[in-house]
């Protein structure tokens, strides 16, 4: 029962719930950086490099023979997967960036001393009185 109760405990911490939103909402962004390499970035560079597709650039290792398809290296869609990987990895770097200058502006904002309470005053200046007496 001990172990069913620690996994209860590891499964509702906020660290699991943050990390699983973090990854859904991950996955989704890749698949809007994809769409935006392969439908927005790729076609107007395979426009000025000639009216290359890149989704279609592959080399035939072995002719299709009958029923068997040809076996064929995919490097286009290899490099619009290093496109997406760029991609994200700069949008990721930028929010990081960002939230460490967060950080730093928190850290370096000097702290306001409050004012001294009527009641420090009050003593400040007895304890003044008292200095010039003696």
């Known amino acids: 029962m001990s172990m069913l ?6 499964a509702v911490k906020g660290n699991v719930v943050d990390m699983a939103v973090g990854i859904i909402i991950g996955a989704a ?7 935006f390499v392969g439908d927005v970035v790729m076609p107007p560079i395979g426009v000025l490099l000639g009216g290359v597709d890149f989704s279609n650039l592959s080399i035939v290792v072995k002719e299709a023979e009958g029923q068997n ?7 286009g869609k290899f490099l619009l997967a290093i496109m997406d990987f760029i991609i ?7 929010a ?3 939230i460490n200058s967060l950080k730093r502006k928190e850290a370096v904002a000097p702290e306001v001393v409050p004012a001294p309470s009527k009641d420090q ?4 200046e007895i304890r003044d009185i ?4 003696k």
């Open 5 to 10: 109760k620690e996994f209860k405990e590891f």
């Open 88 to 94: 994200i990895a700069f949008v990721i770097f930028m």
């Open 29 to 35: 962004f890749g698949k809007i950086v994809s769409s």
């Open 130 to 133: 008292l200095k010039e007496k």
């Open 69 to 75: 398809p040809a076996v064929l290296i995919n490097y």
């Open 121 to 124: 005053v009050l003593l400040t």
């Open 96 to 98: 990081v960036k960002a």
